[in-house]
RNA sequence: GCCCGGCUAGCUCAAUUUGGCAGAGCGGCGGAUUCUUAAUCCGUAGGUUAUAGGUUCGAUUCCUAUGCCGGGUACCA
């Protein structure tokens, strides 16, 4: 909500601009340095006393009667202007006439027969124009410049008293009114909610969520690189499915209207990835959204980022190399540090340089509850947990009870990193059967201060099997569980050895820009509507 | 979904404990000021205290409901 004076001020303001010829809103300023590259250069431009043309957003003004001081920022930095307001000028921006400015502002019509050249783009009233002595044209512009506004400015570099590099503008045009106040220049915006409601002020005051989203492209970037330099092939797979798999979860519905069909969101991109495998790619991935109709927290987001790769002819210990040389790139690339230094994350340490701790499923739980879980009756596994305090209803399934006492028990308290290997057979239908124990199967999940970070596999690749783990979903009555018959019959063609591994791309920037919540590092989060 | 907490000017915060004219800084508007950088100085405007009810002589303050945000919990291969 604007204060309605606030807003009003600033379109008279505009009105103002317009009725003196001068246009709010020009198409283009061409700019010579962006603000990092003029204080970089800062002392060779100093010395050439090279006419640089910079542009930004005005954040803070010091007037003193003649002269002004602004800080302009642009998305690399900001800079201090220096304005001696009787002697800059306004450039006008293309496509006015400077033949109205000069009469409204200096009485006398401009020179006739001026060149058209002398009449574009940087147009500033030639000198001569202006009466010796008596410059009001910026004097009276300046009354119409607020805050918040973009302006391009032209002059030379110079050091204050104080030190401080700064422009000596000699001229000054605007680029885009703002209408709306900046947020308060010294606290910023504070407020969770107008954080992330209205993410372009964060943005524009908040210096660190900036750099969040700057790290999250960077991971993002390094990711790809990493899955291309070792032949992966990227690929985009359907967000749009008839049917819905790959992971345990509500999916959202839709309609799609033509084919009077239901459709549903992605909730993971697995089964297309193995289609491809099948399809004769050895190597590939896959990052994009996924959609899951369930609750928001601090790690959850309905709509969020997964990064899937599947490799032919290699294991799940494969994968665990993969993910242990991923996230060491990443921790060397995203701390600046050639070396792989320790990663912070909510005030813990993480030291991805060497092999992850394993920590297998089933023997973790055992020694938490005394014995083995896999030997318990669905009774007996009820009766632990309720005697552990986690809390289970009497329709909560065999394998959910194992899966959640062994996230209470076990998985909440490990530091990492690590991967929690060897998971229960029942509890995850796509993996393959462990090749020591055929209760359990190929599976570890990467853990680091208790939060899941992804899945991966030896991936199952015998179909009649896989129609039995299907099956047997269904037979449980789980909840979401489809069969796939197309998925099934892709698999009878033949799916060599496989190894799949999916991870949480947020969570990885959590980690990598010490976020506590998964709000803070998706740009614009899942949000309530604002009530009426 | 459930439990708890928060919501005061455009922004950042006071006042609520114990009910008694809702204040300040930034930003705005007007003025002064030729080296400041959270500029300074003088003056001034800006509020249905999230919304709707209730208690009370009187409610930002106490009570109820609703909305949104947050924390927890539930759901979540």
């Known amino acids: 909500m604007h204060s309605v004076s606030e807003r009003e001020n600033r379109i ?7 009725e003196k010829g001068i246009e709010p809103y020009p198409y283009q300023f061409e700019r010579t340095h962006a603000v990092s590259s003029a204080l970089k250069n800062f002392e ?34 900001k800079i201090q202007l220096y304005i001696r307001k009787d002697e800059a000028l306004l450039a006008l921006p293309a496509l006015l006439s400077p033949q109205k400015v000069a009469t409204d502002f200096l009485g006398t019509p401009a020179l006739p027969g001026t060149p058209p050249d002398q009449l574009s783009s940087n147009n500033a009233l030639p000198e001569r124009n202006v009466p010796p002595g008596k410059h009001p044209l910026f004097s009276d512009f300046l009354s119409l410049v607020d805050l918040g506004d973009f302006v391009g400015v ?54 660190e969520t900036r750099e969040v989203f700057r790290t999250r ?48 969101l992605r909730i993971a991109t697995e089964l297309y990835l193995k289609r491809l495998i099948v399809g004769g790619f050895e190597k590939v991935y896959e990052i994009g959204k996924d959609f899951r109709n369930e609750g928001l927290d601090r790690v959850h987001n309905p709509e969020f980022t997964m990064l899937e790769a599947y490799q032919a002819y290699v294991d799940y210990f494969q994968m665990m190399k993969l993910t242990e040389e991923l996230f060491r790139l990443l921790a060397s690339e995203l701390t600046g540090s ?5 990663v912070t994350w909510m005030g813990a340490e993480f030291d991805f340089s060497g092999e992850w701790e394993k920590v297998e499923f089933v023997p973790a739980l055992a020694e938490k509850i005394g014995t083995d879980p896999l ?15 986690v ?21 909440d308290h490990i530091h990492g990193p690590a991967f929690v290997a060897d998971h229960p057979r029942i509890i995850s239908p796509l993996a393959k059967v462990h090749r020591n124990n055929p209760q359990l199967v190929e599976r570890f999940e990467p853990v680091i201060a208790g939060v899941e970070f992804g ?44 190894g799949g591994l999916g991870l949480g791309i947020d969570r990885m920037v959590m980690l990598f820009t010490d976020s506590a919540s998964i709000r803070d590092v998706i740009i614009f989060p899942q949000l309530k509507e604002e009530g009426k």
């Open 391 to 411: 809390e289970v209803t009497d329709q909560t399934p065999y394998g959910k009870m194992l899966d959640k006492l062994f996230t209470e028990l076990v998985q």
């Open 154 to 207: 032209s002059g030379v570099l110079f050091r204050t008293k104080t030190g401080e590099p700064t422009v000596n503008v000699k001229e000054f045009t605007m680029l885009s009114k703002s209408l709306a106040a900046l947020p308060e220049k010294y606290h910023g915006l504070q407020d969770t909610e107008q954080r992330l409601r209205k993410r372009h002020l964060d943005l524009l005051v908040n210096q």
């Open 44 to 77: 060779k431009l100093v010395e050439t006393e090279t006419q640089v043309k910079i542009a930004g957003r005005l954040r803070t003004r010091r007037d003193f009667g003649k002269t002004i001081f602004f800080d302009l920022h642009d998305e690399s930095g």
């Open 455 to 498: 899945n991966a596999f030896s991936e199952l690749n015998d179909p009649l099997e896989q129609r039995r783990r299907f099956e047997e979903q269904t037979a449980r009555h789980e909840e979401f569980s489809v069969m796939d018959e197309d998925f099934i019959q892709a698999l009878e063609q033949g799916m060599p050895p496989t």
């Open 338 to 342: 050639t070396t792989v230094t320790p």
């Open 375 to 389: 030997q318990l009756s669905e009774d007996d596994l009820r009766k632990i947990c309720k005697a552990k305090g």
């Open 217 to 264: 492209s960077r991971l993002i970037a390094l990711t790809r690189r990493f899955f291309d330099e070792r032949g992966f092939l990227e690929v985009e797979t359907p967000m749009l499915q008839p049917l819905y798999g790959g992971a345990a979860a509500e999916p959202f519905r839709t309609h799609y209207r033509v084919l009077d069909r239901d459709y549903f």
């Open 12 to 18: 008279r303001k505009l009105n103002e601009l317009r």
